[in-house]
Each structure stands twice: as C-alpha cells, then as structure tokens.
C-alpha cells in the first residue's frame, strides 16, 4: 500500500489509487453481505454500537492506522449500515442508485478537484459543464431565444436561487410574494425565509394539485410582485401540478413562474413523457435534479432560466478568480454562475452519463420507472390485505395502506401504518416512506409511500414486498 500522505494525481505514484480503490470495492461488498438487506437491522441503536466499534473508539487516534485499515474497517461499516438504494425494497424517498458509470465519473472528478470557481482551476471542466447547461437549458426551453442554466447542489439550492432571481427581477416595484401551494417543497417557504421575503401564501391542495382558481383569486388580490411556485412532481405523491393554467393565470397577472421540477423534470428526455410537462417553457425559472430520475450520485442538481440576461444579478468580481483584465483578455469568467465559490464539477459525471447512454437511453430507463410504478399500483389494487390511495399515480410513486388500517378510527389507523414502516425499518427488511395525503372521502390520512426509482427491477419483483406489508400490518394491528 502508498505511503499515508500519498496525493491523488492522475499520473505518478505507481498504483497508489487502483490499491486504494480495490481495497473500497472489497470493503462495499463485504459490508454489503453483513447487511444482506436493504436497511441494517436493529435500528439506529445497533447502527452507532456497530460504528463506533469500527472507530475503535477514536474518530481521530493520535497515530494513524494507515489508508488500507481506514478504507477497509470504514468503508464495511459504512456500507454494513447503508441504507442501499441499489436493493429493490429502499424506496422511501426520491433516493436513487446512482448509476455505476455516472459513479466511476465521479471518482476521476475527485482526483482531478477542479473547482468551477475559476478557469485557471478547470480548464476543461468549465467547457464541459458550460456544455452540459447548454443541453439541459435547451431540454427545458426548446423554443427559448437565450435560455441558460447553472448547475446546484439539488432542488433546494435551484429552488432558493430561483426566489432570489424573482426578488431581483421585482427590485423595482416592491418585494416579492411567494405564492405556492401546501403541496410545495419545504425549501420554497425556507427560501423565502432566507431572502427576506414575506411569509409566502400557501394555497390549500385538496387533491394534491395546486389549483390554478385558487392561484387566480389570490394574485386578484396581491397588489405588489408576485412569484408563483407550481411543483411537477410533488415530494409526496408524485403529482405534476396543472401547468398550462397555472402559466396562463401567472402571466395575466404578470407574476414569475417558478417550476419546481426536481422530481418530473427529466421526464423531458423522453418522448413519450414529456407531454405530462406541457407548459413548463412558460417559467421564467425551473428546477431539476438529475440526483432523482438521472441516477447520479448527489449532487447533480440545475436551475434553467428562459433567459439568460436575468443571471447577470448574480455576477460579482474577485480580484484573485476574475479580475476584469483576465476577462477582457478572454479568460472565461465563471463565478457568477453560483452563490458557491469552491464548487465540485457535478456537471462531469452528467456530461459522461449523457454520452454513455444518450438521450434515449435516458429516456428508457425513466419510461422504465413509470411502468413500473403503474404495475406495482396494479398489483397493490389486486392484493386483497393492501388498499391504493384512490386516483391518479404520481410519476413513480404509489401511495398504500394495509386494509386493518381502515378498521379502526383514523388515528388509530394511522398509528398502525406508522408502526409497520417503523417495524420494517428495524427488521431491515425494507425501506418505506410515509405521506398525508387525501382520501377518497376527503379525509387526509397517513399512507405507505413507495418511490419506485430503481431502473432495473420490475413490478413482479415487489410481490415480496406487498406480502410483507401486509402480513407484518396483520401481525401489529
Ligand atoms: C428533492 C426535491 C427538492 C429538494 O431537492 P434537493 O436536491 O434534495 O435539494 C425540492 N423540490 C422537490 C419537488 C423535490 O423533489
């Protein structure tokens, strides 16, 4: 093994990485065996015994142990108490397998550390993430003049600097109100907390849509700027808010539309899903990650604008990463491209994930997604101890109850729900998440929720799963 203090370089000292990495790759696969689930067993208690056992008690030892004994004994606990997105039973939440290739990637981007900062720290990584918002802008506004996007650390980054964008772009005529709706992210409300905007107007969402009249009636009622948040692919259901109604309500009243599309947006790269994103080119401002259906390691998130001339807000000088010499001598100046200085090249492993699998291949494994999501719900509709949240399905998201939660009042119902997710947790067995949402008689009950992201498994494959849930909502009720 390479000395302790060896540097990681693309060229020189020997095999210093290939020794380092196979020493991670046994390690994930044998903490992996330990866990043979998709969740440690025994709950966050036998986790943080197991851990701290790994640590030996120090976190930071006086003397080292050396880079073979910290990969080996970190890396198995670390992946003996993962929560595995890559086993077909995690999928409480939008919490993906990356993809191996898009993961190798990333690893180069590691060792090379470009910083998108400034030219001089990523020579090339700054073309190629200039391509990668080039294609993705595109993606989003096909028809726009200048369309623009920068690269965030996920929805919540693309969601604050989207609010920031409509707060400057309403400078003029006062600050700007935050319309959305209760099916929001709770980063949109936290954004406007964080910029000093008013409290936002949350509009009530019966059926887990934002509904475009009652949109209408508040902005009939505002005096001042305005920013309307309609999300497509909300964070508990899946559900993709009415967007060609709600861009047309949002211009009548000249207010800036804002699409939180971290979950659905990728769904553009299919042609036979894109449809479902029918009037997002009217946003001023669209969120997107490509952590969530894109199956890249966090984070690999963007925010697309329709034109770019409302990023020049964000353009700043520094003297040491872009004095206005450099630039006027043609060194590309790439600070005012995020609020981060030191920022990772997330846009490396998008740009090979792009190249490997092309757009179609994209599009297969997230048509994939959907399918599967569609038969899944089929088959909770044909299991005799689980009951489907009557509706539509989200884009891969099935909410569930176990019919003895129907027995009982709803609060007990929903304790048992609570306590079969929690049951699974602890057993290790499978990974559930949990959402309110409405019932069919209006009722808001807590349900099961699936987040079937998993490009390579099929709805057959979940039967064990149902069972489960069924015999395990039988076994506490
Ligand atoms: C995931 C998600 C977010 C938050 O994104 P991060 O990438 O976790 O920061 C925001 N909005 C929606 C609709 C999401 O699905």
Same mark, same amino acid.
Do not use: F
């Given at each position: 093994m390479a000395p302790v203090d060896a540097v990681a370089a693309p060229a020189g000292f020997g095999n210093v990485l290939r020794d380092m990495t196979s020493v991670v790759l046994d390690a994930l696969a044998e903490g992996a065996e330990q866990r043979h689930g998709p969740l440690p067993a025994g709950g966050p208690g036998a986790v943080t015994r197991r851990v701290h056992a790994a640590l030996g008690g120090a976190v930071l030892p006086e003397h080292g142990d050396g880079p073979e004994t910290a990969l080996r004994e970190l890396t198995t606990v670390l992946s003996a108490g993962a929560a595995d997105?890559?086993?077909?039973?995690?999928?409480?939440?939008?919490?993906v397998p990356p993809l191996a290739v898009a993961a190798a990637a990333d690893f180069a981007a590691s060792v090379l550390?470009?910083?998108?900062?400034?030219w001089d720290q990523a020579p090339a990584a700054s073309v190629i993430e200039q391509g990668v918002t080039d294609v993705l802008a595109a993606l989003v506004y096909p028809r726009a003049a200048r369309p623009d996007a920068v690269i965030t650390s996920g929805g919540t980054e693309s969601n604050l600097m989207a609010l920031l964008l409509a707060r400057e772009q309403a400078r003029a005529t006062g600050p700007v109100r935050v319309v959305c709706g209760a099916n929001a992210h709770h980063s949109i409300g936290r954004a406007a907390w964080l910029l000093g905007l008013p409290d936002p107007v949350v509009v009530d969402c019966p059926h887990g849509h934002l509904p475009p009249e009652s949109v209408d009636r508040v902005l009939r009622e505002l005096s001042g700027p305005a920013v309307v948040v309609a999300t497509? *692919?909300?964070?508990?259901?899946?559900l993709i808010d009415p967007l060609p109604r709600l861009a047309e309500i949002a211009a009548a009243h000249g207010a800036h539309l804002h699409v939180d599309a971290a979950y659905g947006g990728p769904l553009l790269f299919s042609d036979e899903l894109?449809?479902?994103?029918?009037?997002?080119?009217?946003?001023d401002t669209v969120s997107f990650d490509?952590?969530?259906? *894109?199956?890249?390691?966090?984070a690999s998130g963007i925010l697309a604008v329709r034109d770019a001339s409302v990023m020049t807000r964000l353009s700043i000088e520094a003297d040491y990463l872009n004095a206005a010499d450099d630039t006027e001598a043609g060194l590309p100046d790439l600070l005012g491209r995020s609020l981060r200085t030191s920022r990772r090249p997330d846009a490396f492993k998008i740009a090979v994930t792009m190249r490997a699998l092309g757009r179609r291949g994209i599009a297969l494994l997230i048509e994939h997604c959907v399918r599967t999501a569609e038969r899944f719900a089929a088959a909770v509709d044909a299991h005799p101890g689980l009951r489907r949240r009557p509706g539509e399905i989200g884009i891969s998201t099935v909410l569930l109850r176990p019919i003895e939660a129907d027995w009982a009042d709803d609060h007990t119902g929903d304790k048992l729900v609570a306590a079969v997710r929690r049951h699974l947790l602890h057993e290790g067995t499978a990974v559930l998440g949990r959402a309110i949402a409405a019932d069919a008689d209006g009722q808001r009950r807590l349900w099961l929720k699936v987040t079937l992201l998993h490009p390579r498994t099929d709805a057959e494959q979940f039967d064990g799963l149902l069972d489960l849930i069924s015999r395990t909502a039988s076994l506490l009720a």
């Open positions: 997105p890559s086993d077909p039973y995690c999928v409480a939440h939008l919490h550390n470009p910083s998108m900062d400034s497509a *692919g909300t964070t508990d259901e899946g894109a449809g479902r994103l029918a009037g997002i080119e009217a946003a490509l952590h969530k259906l *894109g199956w890249q390691p966090v």
